[in-house]
């Protein structure tokens, strides 16, 4: 029988990468911490009809991308495409609302879309998100925006670029879609088979396309922020107001709309210039109607969703990392001695010390070359003599010195030896 590997699009994540999934989680976790945002779990898998009510019937997402299956109770379930709609319905499901004016959440998890694979983008891939629900203030908007850059810059990315739009509240795009239906339909021949699709159903997503031709025809299509009404225009221009007073750079895109239906107001992405054509790496925006469109009471809210994936190529692209090594690396020979070594290992990684134990049992030679080989700074050696007295050989790997301590005397002094060991400590 032959092998069975991962599915395609699903991609196993293995040690030598993890350091930098590691990495971003932290830095983000440490980020919305210091914001106030609290962390939520939502289950993978929803009822369906979440994500057709609450993302959008003519998007992509709902009409060709989604992992959906009948169950056994011969119910619809869709495995997540985005986590927004999942984080709305529990906060109504809970009356989170009830629990204060505002809730910031936060999340980070794996989501499921049916698309063709290529760099950065799989079929199940990871998603780090906030959501700022039950404040429609123009603050609030750039309070999202400047934790994703927050987040972006403590990850040592340069090349960033935040693009900005408004698109309006209902009214305001519903008028848009009009007028921008007017001026294509004479080019609907002209245009890829996706955007003639679009024409009637969602032709905001026209205007994101990236079909060549069709980005020429919408290059004189009228702009949104023209038909906005005097409260989203205000709206939309205190948002710029206060980016610049935090000194955040920014670029208004009159055609980013983004792909949900839920968006109203400002939408925004993020992007690197070092990633090539997949370049945005954060993205989102307000969504006053959401909430009450899932059942809830009226409702704003503003969030967005970083790729994780797209993250961990420029990560890798953009620095150097070590992979994790042990401070201490402990051989052994005999059964006692492995008996001993194995109570020494534990006492030290209890004291918050990083600790490889050779489980080998080979002869001294080859664990003494796994232990120069695997980066540790130490090789703690017990023999059959050294455990027939309770003591240890201490061999500092870079300079060759040995001594021979009790191990008494040694677990004894071990805040003397984590002094020396410092360059490979965790906190502690």
């Not at 935040?162 to 309006?168: E, F, K, M, T």
Request: hydrophobic share 35%.
């Amino acid at each position: 029988m032959g092998s069975i590997n991962a599915l395609r699009g699903t991609k196993d994540i293995l040690p030598a990468e993890v350091g930098y999934w590691q990495q971003l989680e932290t830095i983000a976790y440490q980020t919305f911490a210091r914001a106030a945002y609290q962390e939520i779990r939502t289950p993978i898998f929803e009822q369906t009809e979440l994500f057709a009510r609450g993302i959008g019937e003519a998007t992509d997402v709902v009409g060709k991308e989604m992992y959906t299956f009948t169950d056994r109770g011969d119910r619809s379930i869709t495995l997540r495409p985005e986590f927004t709609a999942g984080v709305v319905r529990a906060f109504i499901q809970h009356s989170l609302g009830s629990q204060g004016s505002v809730q910031r959440l936060w999340y980070a998890g794996p989501v499921f879309r049916y698309e063709r694979p290529q760099a950065g983008r799989q079929r199940q891939f990871h998603q780090i998100g906030a959501e700022l629900i039950g404040n429609g203030s123009p603050a609030a908007d750039v309070e999202v925006i400047a934790i994703a850059t927050d987040i972006l810059q403590q990850l040592g990315l340069k090349s960033l670029k935040l693009d900005i739009n408004s698109v309006g509240n209902q009214e305001d795009r519903s008028n848009y879609r009009e007028a921008l239906i007017n001026y294509l339909t004479p080019y609907k021949a002209e245009l890829d088979s996706d955007s003639q699709d679009r024409l009637t159903r969602n032709p905001l997503r026209i205007l994101d396309s990236k079909n060549e031709n069709t980005q020429t025809i919408v290059q004189n299509a009228p702009q949104l922020l023209d038909y906005l009404s005097e409260t989203s225009r205000i709206h939309f221009e205190q948002v710029q107001g206060m980016l610049n007073a935090l000194e955040i750079p920014f670029t208004i895109n009159p055609r980013l709309v983004r792909g949900l239906d839920y968006y109203t107001h400002t939408a925004f992405e993020i992007q690197s210039d070092d990633l090539g054509a997949q370049a945005t790496v954060c993205g989102g925006g307000r969504y006053d109607t959401l909430v009450e469109q899932l059942g809830g009471k009226p409702t704003p809210a503003v969030g967005w969703a970083m790729g994780v994936e797209r993250l961990i190529l420029l990560l890798e692209k953009l620095q150097t990392r070590s992979p994790e090594t042990p401070a201490v690396y402990v051989v052994s020979r005999g059964d006692q001695a492995t008996s001993q070594a194995m109570v020494l290992t534990q006492k030290l990684r209890s004291q918050n010390i990083a600790v490889e134990f050779d489980l080998t049992g080979a002869n001294f030679k080859k664990q003494f070359k796994r232990a120069d080989n695997s980066g540790a700074q130490v090789c703690l050696v017990i023999g059959d003599a050294e455990a027939e007295a309770t003591t240890l050989n201490v061999k500092w790997l870079a300079t060759q010195a040995q001594t021979t301590v009790t191990q008494a005397e040694f677990l004894n002094t071990i805040e003397t030896f984590r002094a020396q060991l410092q360059d490979h400590l965790g906190q502690g």
